[in-house]
Nanobody, 119 residues
Framework: QVQLVESGGGLVQPGGSLRLSCAASGSIFNIYTMGWYRQAPGKQRELVATITSRGYTNNADSVKGRFTISRDNAKNTVYLQMNSLKYEDTAVYYC?????????????WGQGTQVTVSS
């Protein structure tokens, strides 16, 4: 069984910082692209940032210059460093990973972690 466990969410003030982590575990042969998505109340889930196994990144325009995605392949973990947080960043953040297991490849999701930006 493959599991993605997120941590690091919480309540922060505008302009503050937060670091999200997502660790994958289970019968993993290889992890390809990993990413972060978010969903705010009343809105569709949107892509925040992705990173390939080779380190190539893609960021949403709304977070460029403020958020940084990274990964530690030895720990099967992806991170999202969030700086200069704004009210509109409030959402449930989900991590995603494309993973090859012993029986094939699939896309997996974490349980989600709440990020609330409030003064």
């Amino acid at each position: 069984q493959v599991q993605l466990v997120e941590s690091g969410g919480g309540l922060v003030q505008p302009g503050g910082s937060l670091r999200l982590s997502c660790a994958a575990s289970g019968s993993i042969f290889n992890i390809y692209t990993m990413g972060w998505y978010r969903q705010a109340p009343g809105k569709q889930r949107e892509l925040v940032a992705t990173i390939t196994s080779r380190g190539y990144t893609n960021n949403a325009d709304s977070v460029k210059g403020r958020f940084t995605i990274s990964r530690d392949n030895a720990k099967n973990t992806v991170y999202l460093q969030m700086n200069s947080l704004k009210y509109e960043d409030t959402a449930v953040y989900y991590c995603n990973a494309d993973i090859r297991t012993d029986v094939g490849s699939d896309s997996y999701w974490g349980q989600g972690t709440q990020v609330t930006v409030s003064s």
